[in-house]
């Protein structure tokens, strides 16, 4: 069963699972998992995100009555940089209404036709038309999205610890006054949600996580029926003085042992902190953990503090690679809701032949750090494509090297050393990075 959506003009019929009829939804979510090559899951596990799904909007392609496409989008917010980060106002958090883009697939039966750039412009329009400012996905390969406008607009770093090394530390452990206590998955649900949400505000790019995202992490999605083979979980909890907790992590075990000795590899789920001094106590509470000789820390920022605390310069070593793309739906939304780093004036037009992200503007930077973005016929000073734009709005890639490969265009000389400098944020990442 399924619900016409939308048609595209090359009679693409777009149509939508009925969400109602768990039959039709795992047609779809199976027709997903077969072109990833990934299992299909269990009903439970479709039962337990279908609530979730049934407020996103999922869309694709039937041939013959068996989906071929599949596309799904909901609306969250993406962050930019706020006073923390330009050296401002650090409570200040600012992110802009952003579509999540997830779940893309083409059966390969039916690629190169057309099918992905149709439920593509289907999704940006609505994006567009219901005021996101930007849509945002993860990538699997990275050669697809710069055709729709995309651009980097974050990265995420997996790193790796070798742990004797690391335990030679550049701060004092003890940095952060407070107790760390061990406590159940349901108590992280207590007092994760609101801890991870404020720390993904100061990291750019980043998104927010939501209910399924946090019955992922905690791996009750597939369902609970894996529980009794489950390695072991540590759930750690740092609370301040007054007993207000500050940061949490979740730590997987894996047991090896060689040549008669312990060689056992924690696996960080999770580690968020609002305090640097507190992610560091949370960070040396897993490098210190007995029979531990590695760590291994996958979707974090490429700024995460770890990378800094110890004095050994090889003990964290980091595979970094993108992370969000953005497509800039909205310019001058976008660039006068991020915080600047320093005031001054530029024109730049940024150059969007197929979308709506196109225009010239005067960016007018206050002492305080506020954007005014107004369209003007001044010559520009810069000129850029529009997947060069989420750069410039987190700060991800630095402003010179982008110019130096060609993907900015100086009109007045300065113009790109300006820029860098409004532009300018000095990240230190204390939460993963969202996945979707
Ligand atoms: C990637 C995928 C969604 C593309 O779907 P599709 O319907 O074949 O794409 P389209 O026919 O609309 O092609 C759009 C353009 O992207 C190009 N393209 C598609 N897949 C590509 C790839 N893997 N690498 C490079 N370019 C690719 C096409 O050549 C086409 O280019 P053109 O407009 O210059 O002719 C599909 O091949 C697929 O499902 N692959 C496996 C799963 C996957 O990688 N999903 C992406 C999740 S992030």
Redo the contacts with the bound molecule.
């Keep these: 069963m399924t619900n016409q959506h939308a048609t595209d003009q090359r009679a693409t019929a777009i149509l939508s699972p009925d969400l109602d009829d768990v039959d039709a939804a795992r047609s779809w979510r199976d027709s997903f998992a077969d072109?990833?090559g990934v299992s299909r899951g269990t009903r439970a596990e479709l039962e337990a995100v279908l609530p979730t799904w049934r407020g996103q909007r999922l869309t694709g392609v039937q041939d013959g009555g068996r989906w071929v496409?599949t596309f799904r989008s909901w609306r969250g917010s993406s962050t930019v940089p706020g006073g923390a980060l330009t050296g401002h106002d650090p409570l200040d958090a600012r992110s802009v209404p952003s579509e999540l883009v997830s779940t893309?697939?083409?059966?390969p039966t039916?690629?190169?036709?057309?099918?992905?750039?149709?439920l593509m412009r289907d999704c940006l329009d609505h994006a567009r038309a219901t005021g996101a400012v930007v849509a945002t996905?993860?990538?699997?390969?990275s050669?697809?999205y710069g055709?729709y406008g995309y651009g980097v607009a974050s990265e995420v770093a997996d790193l790796t610890v070798a742990v004797p090394q690391a335990r030679s530390w550049s701060v004092a452990s003890t940095a952060a006054p407070g107790r760390l206590r061990l406590v159940e998955d349901d108590d992280l649900l207590d007092v994760g949600p609101d801890l991870f949400e404020a720390a993904r505000l100061r990291m750019p790019g980043a998104v927010g996580r939501n209910e399924v995202g946090w019955l992922r992490l905690l791996e009750r999605i597939p369902a609970p029926e894996a529980d009794t083979a489950r390695p072991p979980r540590l759930r750690v909890v740092h609370e301040g003085q007054d007993g207000t907790v500050d940061g949490y992590a979740r730590v997987g075990l894996d047991e090896r042992w060689e040549d008669g000795g312990p060689a056992y590899t924690a696996t960080v789920h999770d580690l968020t902190a609002l305090d640097p001094r507190v992610a560091a106590v949370l960070w040396r509470f897993v490098l210190d953990l007995d029979l531990v000789r590695s760590v291994t820390a996958e979707h974090r920022s490429p700024a995460d503090l770890l990378r800094h605390l110890p004095v050994d310069g090889r003990a964290v070593r980091a595979s970094v690679r993108d992370g969000h793309w953005w497509r800039v739906l909205d310019t001058p939304a976008l660039l006068s809701t991020r915080r600047w780093s320093a005031p001054g004036r530029l024109v730049l037009q940024v150059v969007d032949p197929d979308g709506p992200a196109g225009g010239t503007w005067r960016l007018d930077v206050d002492e305080d750090g506020h954007a005014e973005v107004v369209p003007t016929d001044a010559l520009p000073d810069l000129t850029l494509p529009v997947h060069a734009v989420p750069a410039v709005a987190t700060g991800v890639r630095p402003l010179p090297l982008l110019a130096a490969a060609g993907g900015l265009d100086e009109h007045r000389p300065g113009g790109v050393a300006l820029l860098e400098r409004l532009a300018h944020v000095a990240p230190v990442a204390l939460a993963g990075v969202q996945g979707f």
């Design positions: 072109v990833f496409a893309v697939s083409v059966s039916h690629r190169r036709r057309g099918l992905l750039t149709a996905l993860f990538a699997s390969e050669a697809i055709r």
